[in-house]
Nanobody, 124 residues
């Protein structure tokens, strides 16, 4: 079992920045890939970014490429999502997920554990 706790959400003006964190605890010795997804009311969970366990490979949704950066610090069991140049359409609840096995990073069904989410609000 792995427990994930997101933090760092809040209210920011359009064009501003936020850094989300996702801290893992529990069976962190397993090599999990990590991903960030977001959801707005009435919509499905949407892929945002993912990172391999080693950090060597990263993946981004087209909508955030060039603005968001995913990174991880395995010594701290923490994954980060640096969000720059935020737009009103980035407003959502952001969730981090942990994925044990190989396969697509883009689908939430492939992830085994989830955090409770952190809300990001972007004012125009």
């Amino acid at each position: 079992q792995v427990q994930l706790v997101e933090s760092g959400g809040g209210l920011v003006q359009a064009g501003g920045s936020l850094r989300l964190s996702c801290a893992a605890s529990g069976r962190t010795e397993t090599k999990y890939a990590m991903g960030w997804f977001r959801r707005t009311p009435g919509k499905e969970r949407e892929f945002v970014a993912a990172i391999s366990w080693s950090g060597d490979s990263t993946y981004y949704a087209d909508s955030v490429k060039g603005r968001f950066t995913i990174s991880r610090d395995n010594a701290k069991n923490t994954v980060y999502l640096q969000m720059d140049s935020l737009k009103p359409e980035d407003a959502a609840a952001y969730y981090c997920g942990a994925k044990r096995y190989s396969g697509s990073y883009y689908f939430p069904q492939k992830y085994d554990y989830w955090g409770q989410g952190t809300q990001v609000t972007v004012s125009s």
